[in-house]
């Protein structure tokens, strides 16, 4: 499948010559999620494992049923590892102060790109702070590369997590 083809898949980008880099803020949605989204308030729009009516029993079930395709998806063992939240921020503030401060201890490494949004270094240099592990950075080429070499020299045994970003928009040059 070529870029072309996948754009076709995104309203936003019909007719439009723009990359849009973005998308720890904001990403943009395909028309199958739009249409996804447009029908679960039309339908179900209710609160999932909140109530026993109809339209929550209905949430819940939407809700478990895209947990289960997202598990099967990405392979994972469990559905249950399967968490929903409103955005990456979120999603990197719940596993730094939640998993973070719960396990990592002194000398334990956490390892970031020299690339990272805000919403991914604050909370580990906050996280490293209070449990007295180290946050290690990996830096880029001048083709905005994470080079091997530098994965190898800075993810080792003391690494315990690695949370890094696999487009940045901090990289653009034009």
Do not use: C
């Amino acid at each position: 499948m070529n870029i072309e083809e996948i754009k076709k898949d995104f309203p936003i980008l019909e007719n439009k010559k723009i990359t849009y880099l973005d998308s720890g803020a904001t990403t943009q949605k395909p028309i199958y999620v739009i249409n996804k989204i447009d029908e679960f308030y039309k339908m179900h729009n209710a609160n999932p494992h909140r109530g026993a009516y109809e339209l929550s029993v209905q949430a819940t079930e939407e809700y478990e049923n895209t947990r289960k395709k997202l598990a099967n998806f990405i392979h994972a063992k469990h559905q249950e590892e399967i968490i929903f939240s409103k955005n990456a921020t979120e999603s990197l503030n719940l596993i730094a102060y939640s998993y973070g401060l719960e396990n990592l201890k002194k000398d334990d490494e956490v390892v970031i790109s020299i690339m990272e949004h805000h919403s991914n270094l604050v909370p580990w240099q906050k996280v490293t702070k209070q449990t007295g592990s180290k946050l290690q950075y990996m830096y880029i080429n001048n083709q905005f590369e994470i080079e091997d070499k530098e994965i190898e020299t800075k993810i080792t045994d003391k690494t315990k997590i690695v949370s890094i970003t696999h487009v940045s928009n901090v990289t653009r040059n034009d």
